[in-house]
């Protein structure tokens, strides 16, 4: 064959343009890759791991809510008793009603603070549950 063959130069350049079209297609594929790593993968590993730390607040604040109530409902089963126990030795009956306003009053007012006092708690870490979400997926 010969240097100036037209079917081996246009062979060479067939060939030239298929090396270079498969380099621009290489160089592409790395980028869209490049570009799904950092516009999806990471910031769905972000979230992932902020949605781990607020399941873990959540599992913590649950407890501590959990607590709360109890430590509430001893507080109210005390009161109770305590009321019982003075009405039992009430001298007479205005005495026994006396006590019983008193406690119904306390304990309307009791209700009130214990209940204002779990929706705070609750408040707060729906606050802090949301935190790690908001900062970690932006």
Do not use: W
Request: net charge negative; no cysteine; proline share 2%.
């Amino acid at each position: 064959m010969m240097a100036d063959d037209p079917t081996s130069t246009a062979t060479d350049q067939a060939a030239n343009a298929a090396g270079d079209a498969a380099d621009r297609l290489r160089a592409g594929a790395e980028k869209a890759r490049e570009g799904f790593q950092d516009h999806v993968v990471e910031p769905a590993r972000r979230a992932g791991e902020a949605m781990r730390e607020s399941g873990k607040r959540i599992a913590d604040n649950s407890s501590t809510i959990g607590v709360k109530m109890i430590d509430q409902a001893e507080t109210n089963t005390h009161e109770a008793f305590a009321a019982m126990r003075a009405a039992a030795q009430a001298k007479d009956l205005s005495e026994v009603m006396k006590i019983q306003g008193d406690y119904l009053r306390e304990q309307g007012r009791r209700s009130m603070d214990q209940a204002r006092e779990i929706g705070e708690l609750i408040m707060q870490f729906g606050r802090d549950a949301v935190q790690p979400l908001k900062g970690k997926a932006e």
